[in-house]
Protein backbone atom coordinates (compact mmCIF):
# COMPACT_ATOMS: atom_id res chain seq x y z
CA UNK A 1 0.00 0.00 0.00
CA UNK A 2 2.99 2.20 0.66
CA UNK A 3 4.83 2.15 -2.58
CA UNK A 4 1.23 2.02 -4.45
CA UNK A 5 -0.11 5.24 -2.71
CA UNK A 6 3.31 7.12 -3.12
CA UNK A 7 3.35 5.99 -7.27
CA UNK A 8 -0.17 7.33 -7.46
CA UNK A 9 0.56 10.67 -5.43
CA UNK A 10 3.53 11.09 -7.65
CA UNK A 11 1.52 10.37 -10.66
CA UNK A 12 -1.59 12.27 -9.11
CA UNK A 13 1.47 15.17 -8.65
CA UNK A 14 2.75 14.96 -12.26
CA UNK A 15 -0.68 15.65 -13.86
CA UNK A 16 -1.03 18.69 -11.73
CA UNK A 17 1.74 19.99 -13.14
CA UNK A 18 1.26 19.69 -16.44
CA UNK A 19 -2.58 20.80 -15.96
CA UNK A 20 -0.60 24.10 -14.74
CA UNK A 21 1.20 24.24 -17.54
CA UNK A 22 -1.27 23.64 -20.00
CA UNK A 23 -3.08 26.40 -18.24
CA UNK A 24 -0.07 28.87 -19.16
CA UNK A 25 0.49 27.10 -22.30
CA UNK A 26 -2.36 25.89 -24.56
CA UNK A 27 0.61 24.05 -27.36
CA UNK A 28 2.33 22.35 -24.39
CA UNK A 29 2.44 18.39 -24.91
CA UNK A 30 2.10 16.48 -21.32
CA UNK A 31 4.49 13.63 -20.71
CA UNK A 32 1.29 11.32 -20.60
CA UNK A 33 0.59 12.26 -24.46
CA UNK A 34 1.93 8.78 -25.62
CA UNK A 35 -0.03 8.40 -28.70
CA UNK A 36 -3.40 9.40 -30.10
CA UNK A 37 -4.70 6.97 -28.36
CA UNK A 38 -3.00 6.43 -25.13
CA UNK A 39 -2.98 10.44 -23.86
CA UNK A 40 -3.83 12.48 -20.52
CA UNK A 41 -3.95 16.22 -22.23
CA UNK A 42 -7.54 15.53 -24.28
CA UNK A 43 -8.59 14.51 -20.50
CA UNK A 44 -7.46 17.46 -18.66
CA UNK A 45 -8.31 19.79 -21.64
CA UNK A 46 -12.02 18.22 -21.64
CA UNK A 47 -15.55 19.62 -19.36
CA UNK A 48 -14.72 16.22 -17.69
CA UNK A 49 -11.25 17.38 -16.46
CA UNK A 50 -12.98 19.18 -13.85
CA UNK A 51 -16.04 17.62 -13.12
CA UNK A 52 -16.74 19.18 -9.52
CA UNK A 53 -15.33 22.14 -10.28
CA UNK A 54 -11.40 21.66 -9.47
CA UNK A 55 -9.02 19.77 -11.46
CA UNK A 56 -9.35 15.74 -10.95
CA UNK A 57 -5.79 15.65 -10.18
CA UNK A 58 -6.46 17.19 -6.99
CA UNK A 59 -8.69 13.88 -5.98
CA UNK A 60 -5.87 11.79 -6.81
CA UNK A 61 -3.69 13.75 -4.03
CA UNK A 62 -5.66 13.11 -1.58
CA UNK A 63 -6.83 9.81 -2.07
CA UNK A 64 -3.23 8.36 -2.72
CA UNK A 65 -1.99 10.05 0.31
CA UNK A 66 -4.75 8.71 2.39
CA UNK A 67 -3.85 4.99 0.95
CA UNK A 68 0.00 5.71 1.77
CA UNK A 69 -1.16 7.07 5.01
CA UNK A 70 -2.92 3.36 6.08
CA UNK A 71 -0.19 1.36 4.09
CA UNK A 72 2.25 3.29 7.10
CA UNK A 73 -0.22 2.60 9.95
CA UNK A 74 -0.39 -1.15 8.54
CA UNK A 75 3.58 -1.31 8.62
CA UNK A 76 3.27 -0.09 12.03
CA UNK A 77 1.52 -2.58 13.39
CA UNK A 78 -1.93 -1.10 13.19
CA UNK A 79 -4.71 -3.22 13.24
CA UNK A 80 -7.40 -1.15 10.97
CA UNK A 81 -11.10 -1.59 11.74
CA UNK A 82 -12.87 -3.50 8.85
CA UNK A 83 -15.25 -0.51 8.31
CA UNK A 84 -12.26 1.26 7.35
CA UNK A 85 -11.59 -1.35 5.10
CA UNK A 86 -14.65 -1.52 3.45
CA UNK A 87 -14.23 2.34 2.75
CA UNK A 88 -10.62 1.93 1.12
CA UNK A 89 -12.42 -1.07 -1.21
CA UNK A 90 -15.20 1.05 -1.58
CA UNK A 91 -13.11 4.28 -2.49
CA UNK A 92 -10.02 1.72 -4.84
CA UNK A 93 -13.69 1.09 -7.35
CA UNK A 94 -15.07 4.43 -7.28
CA UNK A 95 -11.84 5.24 -8.67
CA UNK A 96 -11.14 2.35 -11.80
CA UNK A 97 -14.80 3.36 -12.67
CA UNK A 98 -13.94 7.20 -12.11
CA UNK A 99 -11.22 6.98 -14.60
CA UNK A 100 -12.77 4.53 -16.87
CA UNK A 101 -15.59 7.18 -17.08
CA UNK A 102 -13.28 9.78 -17.54
CA UNK A 103 -11.47 8.04 -20.58
CA UNK A 104 -14.73 7.16 -22.18
CA UNK A 105 -16.59 10.50 -21.94
CA UNK A 106 -13.47 12.46 -22.96
CA UNK A 107 -12.20 10.22 -26.22
CA UNK A 108 -15.60 11.01 -27.35
CA UNK A 109 -15.15 14.46 -27.57
CA UNK A 110 -11.73 14.46 -28.87
CA UNK A 111 -11.49 14.36 -32.39
CA UNK A 112 -13.78 17.27 -33.63
CA UNK A 113 -15.41 16.56 -37.42
CA UNK A 114 -15.62 18.93 -40.08
CA UNK A 115 -18.72 19.68 -41.23
CA UNK A 116 -17.97 19.11 -44.77
CA UNK A 117 -16.12 16.07 -44.44
CA UNK A 118 -15.19 13.35 -42.04
CA UNK A 119 -11.05 14.09 -42.03
CA UNK A 120 -10.73 15.22 -38.26
CA UNK A 121 -10.10 19.04 -37.70
CA UNK A 122 -7.75 18.48 -34.60
CA UNK A 123 -6.95 16.14 -31.33
CA UNK A 124 -7.19 18.51 -28.30
CA UNK A 125 -10.39 21.22 -28.66
CA UNK A 126 -10.06 24.19 -26.18
CA UNK A 127 -11.52 23.44 -22.98
CA UNK A 128 -13.68 25.96 -21.32
CA UNK A 129 -11.56 26.55 -17.93
CA UNK A 130 -8.63 27.34 -20.72
CA UNK A 131 -10.66 30.60 -21.43
CA UNK A 132 -8.45 33.06 -23.84
CA UNK A 133 -6.42 30.28 -25.38
CA UNK A 134 -6.61 30.40 -29.41
CA UNK A 135 -8.80 27.29 -30.71
CA UNK A 136 -6.58 24.21 -32.45
CA UNK A 137 -6.12 24.95 -35.72
CA UNK A 138 -7.52 22.39 -38.78
CA UNK A 139 -5.36 20.43 -40.49
CA UNK A 140 -4.91 16.76 -42.22
CA UNK A 141 -4.60 14.30 -39.55
CA UNK A 142 -1.09 13.17 -41.33
CA UNK A 143 0.26 16.65 -40.16
CA UNK A 144 -1.48 17.96 -36.96
CA UNK A 145 0.86 18.13 -34.14
CA UNK A 146 -1.79 17.29 -31.40
CA UNK A 147 -2.49 14.00 -32.69
CA UNK A 148 1.19 12.77 -33.04
CA UNK A 149 0.22 11.41 -36.46
Known amino acids: MVLT ?7 SFQL ?3 DWRLLRDPTYQPLCN ?13 PQGSLLGFPNMLLGLGAFAAVTALGVAVL ?3 RLHR ?3 IALDTG ?14 SSSSTVQYSTSSSI ?3 CRPVPAHHAGAPRAKTAKPSKSPDCGW
Open 5 to 11: GTVGWLA
Open 16 to 18: TVD
Open 34 to 46: ISPVVSCGSVMSS
Open 76 to 78: SGA
Open 83 to 85: RLW
Open 92 to 105: ALVGVVFAHWLSAS
Open 120 to 122: PTG
